[in-house]
């Protein structure tokens, strides 16, 4: 059974930053893209970053664009969100999947190309 298990979430002040962390269990996802997005309180949920499975082809929406990082270290089978200058509007749940489009040359980006989510983290940015 496939699980992706996010960490790193928590409360931060204005500015801050933190290291989100999804971490596989019954999958290799060395050869799959793999996509964070959040949900905010009566938000629809957003693709903010996303990494094809060689790490060479990443996404990020317009509002994390020179703040958010994503990266993947598949020996660990792990990817990584880094959130630098978070602002309050970053607070949300933060969740992780696994895409369905193979071994892609691109970063999906919508919500119907990923079938495995993990069970989210918090996020709180406090102004």
């Known amino acids: 059974q496939v699980q992706l298990v996010e960490s790193g979430g928590g409360l931060v002040q204005a500015g801050g930053s933190l290291r989100l962390s999804c971490a596989a269990s019954?999958?290799?996802?060395?050869?799959?893209?793999v996509g964070w997005f959040r949900q905010g309180t009566e938000k629809e949920r957003e693709c903010v970053a996303a990494?094809?499975?060689?790490?060479?082809?990443?996404y990020y929406t317009d509002s994390v664009k020179g703040r958010f990082t994503i990266s993947r270290d598949n020996a660990k089978n792990t990817v990584y969100l880094q959130m630098n200058s978070l602002k309050p509007e970053d607070t949300a749940v933060y969740y992780c999947?696994?895409?369905?489009?193979?071994?892609?040359?691109?970063?999906?980006?919508?919500?119907?190309?990923?079938?495995?989510w993990g069970q989210g983290t918090q996020v709180t940015v406090s102004s």
């Open positions: 999947a696994e895409a369905n489009v193979g071994s892609s040359s691109w970063a999906p980006a919508r919500i119907e190309e990923y079938d495995y």
């Open positions: 990494i094809n499975w060689s790490g060479g082809f990443t």
């Open positions: 019954g999958r290799n996802l060395s050869s799959s893209a």
